[in-house]
């Protein structure tokens, strides 16, 4: 395994374990609203960004970056939805968390694979393998469980998953350093956070600066805990195969799993056993399927190479 393969294992894996444990940070603001929550973290994570921008001397390619969107009002509108996407996103996964829903919340990132496959074929007209087409009819089929058992579908793992699904899809489709991307979509909606936070403030209804030195500095570092695991993502996942990083992926929901039942003593029965049971043997057929097209594409790839 080359160096850089290691260093980008490292990097990836380090990305996924603190997201798979963010939901402690957030169980420490259980008190805060998930939208104070949000707001901060779009507000902090902002001006954390043009920090990261300002140190590692890429000022002038955001300028750069900012020119561009005016003369590309697609590019514009696309990180503009981006930014609205992963902020849905993240204020589904905030309330979830604080609402005592965890175990459905790591489903909707157990599922985001196979939602992203589905719109895939719907949007950029991909066919699915026979594998996929099993994966996705086994996980249709543990969702279905959880409905029927408990009489309601799961919309916290839904939400989650098609939102952040959607945002991929988009980021697909504009070719911006992700630094510099996850700058602008904090950008877009930096003013509105702005605004709702100094009106909360001015009626005395913000936890920011009213009600303790903890609160105000997790608030404030919402926005690097939010920006830190994304940028080791990025240097992390070009460093790696895509099959391999469809493995490592798979951490942040079990640690989340594990937090809601262990820690949390959120309900986790014989019926979300079955369910999470049909979606975990999908994702297994899934990420198999995905590392032996890999394996067959890459020793084509050798063949060519040889054969010139």
Known sequence: ???????????????????????????????????????????????????????????????????????????????????????????????????????????????????????????????????????????????????????????????????????????????????IGLTLETMFLMPLAFIYILFQFLNGQTALFSTSLSTDLLLMGSGAATAIPLLYFAKGVIRIPLYLAGFIQYIAPTLMLILGVIIYKEPFEATQIIAFSFIWGALILFTFSAVKVSNYNRKQRKKIRTAS
């Open 1 to 179: 395994m080359k160096q850089s393969e290691q260093i980008g294992i490292f990097y990836t894996v380090f990305a996924y374990i603190v997201w798979g444990l963010l939901p402690i940070y957030w169980k420490f603001l259980g008190h805060v609203s998930a939208d104070e929550i949000l707001a901060n973290r779009i507000f902090w994570a902002f001006w954390f960004m043009l920090l990261v921008l300002l140190f590692g001397k890429k000022w002038n390619m955001f300028f750069v970056s900012l020119k561009m969107l005016k003369q590309q009002p697609k590019t514009f509108l696309a990180l503009a939805t981006a930014s609205v996407l992963v902020s849905c996103n993240w204020f589904i996964y905030i309330w979830a968390v604080n609402a005592e829903k965890m175990v459905e919340a790591s489903l909707g990132y157990y599922i985001n694979p196979l939602i992203s496959v589905l719109l895939g074929v719907i949007v950029l007209k991909e066919k699915m393998s026979i594998a996929q087409i099993i994966s996705f009819f086994l996980a249709l089929t543990g969702v279905l469980i959880l409905t029927i058992a408990y009489g309601q579908f799961p919309w916290v793992a839904f939400g989650v998953a098609i939102t952040f699904g959607i945002y991929g899809l988009v980021k697909k489709m504009v070719k911006v350093d992700s630094g």
